[in-house]
């Protein structure tokens, strides 16, 4: 298993697609930042944010716009772009192989359907974790040179502060719901990756099912009220949970666990149909 | 002697094979048997079957009913242990065009286990491809695709190899080489099962062939045994063709003949050659050639024509 994990990672690694959700986040993260540091970005985000009328009310002693603040922006602002860095690699595990025809090879090879598949699965949720890590140590990293640290305002269901210490752990573990979000997103991907045998398809299959899904968990309409609790993006944003004052924990772990189901269930269903796919390529 | 072969011998048994794709009957109703030590050619026109029955042979295709047996295991139950014993090149040689023929190779073989650098270069050496280790696939030319293709096939010592079209688009030189290397690795007593169009080759390289057509087998057997069944066109090169070609076909052995400018071309049986030889002497002819023409391309075609 360790081999085959090894072979997937240097496939998956060796290609200049892998890279490009790393050099979009590594590109326009800092770009945003310097904006907001040197391009006014400062007060625009003060008056618009969680900081409106804020300062109105309250005397702020200390840094609120913080590293804390910006990575929190950051994350609002890349949520809805990371699934098509997530997808433009979790699409390709099988279809491209099946396109470029390595697939046919590499089945010829003893080991069997499902170790390969837990081999790829292992690296597209890597890939996922990596992307993500990346985005977190960036985003705090560089908002932490730029913008220091301090407490953290909360301003979602009353206002709350939190110390920088319990910043740092929300921030985190909402880096690490949101992995699971974006998790799905893979496993949703890497179902269309087996189902279609192009390089295109399944990513274009993929987006359109996340984008349909954000739309009916988004828009209030009485018409998709029965359907929310089913579809995954209704869960997705559960990483918010970490920026309320009080974290409902219960309903974090619930929404974590739907997640957790959509992942197994999307792997899984992807496996019993590699399983039986004729490799006709 | 095959016909005595002991289970522990037949390295491939397939039987009452089929395959259908919803409506399309790739394979119908397919049993043959490959012996271990064989070189066995696999012949059929497009669309026969040949890929398909391939692809199952190597667990890529389910098949709808039949048994496949190799090294006298069924595939289902023993895929691992089975696909570990063989080597395979289905179709076209794809591989990852970002790595170098060596990375290629140590990631299939990695596949098998540990593979060392030692059995790696082997390979390359046997294909001819070691002084292009290092360089990127994509940049290969077919001919070297398709060597490495076979490299492939060679790593982890397989008892049998399994070839699907290796000549596919190479050139004469290029087609050669791979035909020279399938009769080298023949001798290695590795068996090899190769599917073709080119009836030259197999008949150059197999001892033996089973020839399917529209998904079912028409005939098994050992190559020359097989050719001699078939209609035998005998080239008679003799002095005087003229007064020859009408003495030849009086003869009651003599199903036909055709006159060219040089030479007769005599329809007959193979064991009457000797016969015509002694008639041609004793009639003052002085002979020149006796050329049996019989070739795999007369005996398929008049099989998978009817």
């Known amino acids: 298993m360790y081999n085959l994990i090894c072979i997937e990672w240097v496939k998956t690694f060796r290609k200049l697609r892998t890279y490009l959700g790393f050099l979009a986040v590594g590109f326009f993260l800092p770009l945003v930042f310097i904006g907001i540091k040197f391009g006014g970005g400062v007060t625009a985000a003060q008056q618009f944010g969680p900081f409106a009328h804020f300062s ?226 | 002697m095959r016909a005595m072969a002991s289970e522990s011998e037949r390295v491939i048994e397939i039987s009452h094979l089929r395959k259908q794709f919803k409506k399309l009957v790739a394979v119908a109703d397919l049993s043959l048997t490959v012996h271990r030590g064989d070189v066995f050619g696999f012949l059929g026109p497009n669309g026969a079957g040949k890929s398909t029955t391939i692809r199952i042979l190597l667990d890529l295709i389910r098949p709808s009913r039949g048994e496949v047996k190799l090294f006298g295991l069924p595939l289902r139950s023993n895929r691992v242990s089975i696909l570990s014993r063989v080597g395979a090149l289905v179709e076209k040689p794809d591989f990852y065009g970002y790595l170098s023929a060596r990375q290629n190779l140590q990631l299939f073989g990695k596949m098998l286990g540990n593979t060392t650098n030692k059995q790696i270069d082997a390979v390359l050496e046997t294909v001819r491809l070691r002084d292009r280790a290092d360089d990127h696939f994509k940049s290969f030319s077919h001919g070297m695709k398709q060597r490495l293709g076979i490299a492939q096939t060679l790593l982890g010592n397989p008892e049998l190899i399994i070839l699907d079209e290796p000549t596919a688009g190479l050139d004469p030189e290029g087609m050669k080489e791979v035909r020279d290397l399938i009769i080298e690795l023949a001798q290695k007593n590795i068996t090899i099962f190769l599917s073709s169009h080119l009836l030259h080759e197999i008949e150059q390289v197999c001892n033996r062939m089973a020839i399917i057509n529209k998904g079912t087998l028409i005939v098994e057997g050992f190559v020359q045994e097989l050719l001699r069944q078939g209609p035998m066109v005998l080239i008679v090169e003799v002095d005087q063709p003229a007064v020859a070609a009408p003495k030849i076909a009086g003869l009651n052995f003599v199903q036909r003949v055709t006159t060219d400018s040089r030479y007769l071309k005599v329809e007959l049986q193979y064991q009457d050659i000797p016969r015509l030889n002694q008639f041609l002497l004793l009639e003052n002819l002085q002979v020149f050639r006796l050329q049996p023409q019989t070739s795999l391309e007369d005996y398929y075609l008049s099989l998978v024509q009817g």
């Not at chain 1, 619930?254 to 899984?268: D, E, K, P, V």
């Open chain 1, 56 to 281: 109105e009310y309250f005397v702020v002693m200390g840094n609120l716009f913080n590293c804390f603040f910006v990575s929190q922006f950051m994350m609002m602002t890349f949520f809805v772009h990371i699934p098509f860095l997530i997808v433009l690699v979790g699409a390709d595990m099988v279809a491209g192989e099946a396109t470029s025809g390595t697939l046919r090879m590499v089945l010829t090879r003893p080991p069997s359907r499902l170790r390969m598949i837990l081999a790829k699965i292992f690296v597209s949720l890597a890939y996922t974790a990596l992307l993500i890590g990346f985005m977190a140590a960036l985003s705090l990293g560089l908002g932490y040179l730029l913008f220091g640290s301090g407490e953290m305002l909360l301003a979602n269901g009353g206002i709350y502060i939190v110390t920088a210490s319990e910043a740092l752990w929300r921030m985190l573990f909402a880096y690490f719901l949101a992995f699971l979000a974006m998790s799905v997103v893979a496993s949703l991907s890497f179902l269309f990756s087996v189902l279609v045998e192009n390089a295109i398809g399944p990513i274009i299959g993929a987006m359109v099912v996340v984008i349909v899904c954000l739309i009916i968990s988004q828009v209030p309409l009485a018409l998709f009220e029965a359907i929310r609790p089913y579809i995954f993006t209704t869960y997705s944003s559960v990483w918010l949970k970490m920026f309320e004052g009080v974290i409902n924990w219960r309903l974090v772990f619930t929404h974590s666990g739907y997640l957790l189901l959509y992942i197994i269930g999307f792997f899984m269903l992807a496996y019993l149909l590699f399983r039986r796919k004729d490799i006709l390529s």
